[in-house]
């Protein structure tokens, strides 16, 4: 069985509720960030894990949250992407349906690193469920000291709004989202001035995807160093994947880097292989400007046919 930090809690009933999500050690990585830590330890602790922005850019996560600017008095922002619009994704609608509290966790520690007192989730239109089960965590969170005026009295401030957008893929790209968030038409923006310079209202924003931030809550529980032994080379902690297609076990999936394609979709601890007997003929590893993976053993056997003129 493949190590989980994200889904390790997900068959638990009721871990939507902030009184089971806590009896299981929910927001403890708050506890610690704000109780034990500065904001830049923080950040050096992201570092260290080398987390990558799992919206599927890949960039370094605290590399990006150390280049926000930080002007004397001007707020600072952020903004969690959660406009999931690539046909066959799933896993971030996964983790806001079932185990909401884990994104509001990740993002109180992550604001309390960047500075931000105000933080956004910018959620795809079409997720219309989803959204009154993320305002219900958030109320439960400050009901109970996590959000708001002086945060376990610590003196950090923060709220979080949800704000739907209106079903424009375009608002899958960052600038977009932000010109969106503003009340704008969805267009990408020139960069530079990148968002960690003049983001939302013009003010320095960090823009990440739902599981990158659910990613901070083991990374601070565990240490960064703990996260980067995990993966392999620079793809260090794991990773969800939206598994669907003409597979026995359709999902979201936890897997570490060290997993071939193959081995995924034919395990049983995964995918089970294909359906109706059939072989892996190819598969579409992300997004729809990704490059198809074509399986190694249908690339020799059309070689094979072609060779003997049955093609």
């Given at each position: 069985?493949?190590?989980?930090?994200?889904?390790?809690?997900?068959?638990?009933?009721?871990?939507?509720l902030y009184d089971v999500y806590r009896r299981?050690?929910?927001?403890?990585?708050?506890?610690?960030?704000?109780?034990?830590?500065?904001?830049?330890?923080?950040?050096?602790?992201?570092?260290?894990?080398?987390?990558?922005?799992?919206?599927?850019?890949?960039?370094?996560?605290?590399?990006?949250?150390?280049?926000?600017?930080?002007?004397?008095?001007?707020?600072?922002?952020?903004?969690?992407?959660?406009?999931?619009?690539?046909?066959?994704?799933?896993?971030?609608?996964?983790?806001?349906?079932?185990?909401?509290?884990?994104?509001?966790?990740?993002?109180?520690?992550?604001?309390?690193?960047?500075?931000?007192?105000?933080?956004?989730?910018?959620?795809?239109?079409?997720?219309?469920?989803?959204?009154?089960?993320?305002?219900?965590?958030?109320?439960?969170?400050?009901?109970?000291?996590?959000?708001?005026?002086?945060?376990?009295?610590?003196?950090?401030?923060?709220?979080?709004?949800?704000?739907?957008?209106?079903?424009?893929?375009?608002?899958?790209?960052?600038?977009?989202?932000?010109?969106?968030?503003?009340?704008?038409?969805?267009?990408?923006?020139?960069?530079?001035?990148?968002?960690?310079?003049?983001?939302?209202?013009?003010?320095?924003?960090?823009?990440?995807?739902?599981?990158?931030?659910?990613?901070?809550?083991?990374?601070?529980?565990?240490?960064?160093?703990?996260?980067?032994?995990?993966?392999?080379?620079?793809?260090?902690?794991?990773?969800?994947?939206?598994?669907?297609?003409?597979?026995?076990?359709?999902?979201?999936?936890?897997?570490d880097m060290t997993i071939s394609v193959e081995?995924?979709?034919?395990?049983?601890?995964?995918?089970?292989?294909?359906?109706?007997?059939?072989?892996?003929?190819?598969?579409?590893?992300?997004?729809?400007?990704?490059?198809?993976?074509?399986?190694?053993?249908?690339?020799?056997?059309?070689?094979?046919?072609?060779?003997?003129?049955?093609?």
């Amino acid at each position: 069985m493949g190590r989980k930090l994200l889904l390790e809690k997900a068959h638990i009933e009721n871990i939507r509720l902030y009184d089971v999500y806590r009896r299981e050690g929910g927001y403890r990585s708050v506890e610690k960030a704000l109780k034990t830590m500065s904001p830049d330890a923080v950040t050096e602790e992201v570092k260290k894990s080398g987390l990558r922005g799992r919206g599927g850019a890949g960039f370094p996560t605290g590399m990006k949250w150390s280049f926000l600017a930080k002007p004397e008095g001007v707020p600072r922002y952020l903004v969690v992407n959660a406009d999931e619009s690539e046909p066959g994704t799933f896993k971030d609608r996964y983790l806001m349906e079932f185990i909401p509290h884990l994104l509001i966790e990740g993002m109180i520690t992550s604001s309390f690193a960047l500075g931000a007192s105000r933080s956004y989730i910018y959620i795809r239109g079409e997720y219309a469920w989803i959204v009154d089960i993320l305002e219900q965590a958030i109320q439960e969170a400050k009901n109970n000291g996590f959000l708001g005026k002086n945060i376990l009295g610590t003196g950090y401030d923060l709220e979080i709004y949800v704000q739907r957008g209106a079903g424009a893929y375009i608002c899958g790209e960052e600038t977009a989202l932000l010109e969106s968030l503003e009340g704008k038409r969805g267009n990408p923006r020139i960069k530079p001035p990148f968002p960690a310079v003049k983001g939302l209202w013009d003010c320095p924003t960090v823009v990440n995807n739902v599981e990158t931030i659910a990613a901070v809550v083991p990374i601070i529980n565990e240490g960064g160093d703990e996260y980067a032994k995990i993966g392999v080379g620079k793809s260090t902690g794991t990773k969800l994947i939206s598994a669907c297609g003409n597979i026995k076990k359709q999902g979201v999936y936890e897997i570490d880097m060290t997993i071939s394609v193959e081995e995924f979709i034919y395990s049983d601890e995964y995918c089970g292989g294909i359906a109706n007997g059939r072989k892996l003929k190819a598969c579409i590893p992300g997004g729809s400007s990704v490059s198809n993976f074509t399986s190694k053993s249908f690339i020799e056997d059309c070689q094979r046919r072609t060779k003997n003129d049955e093609l």
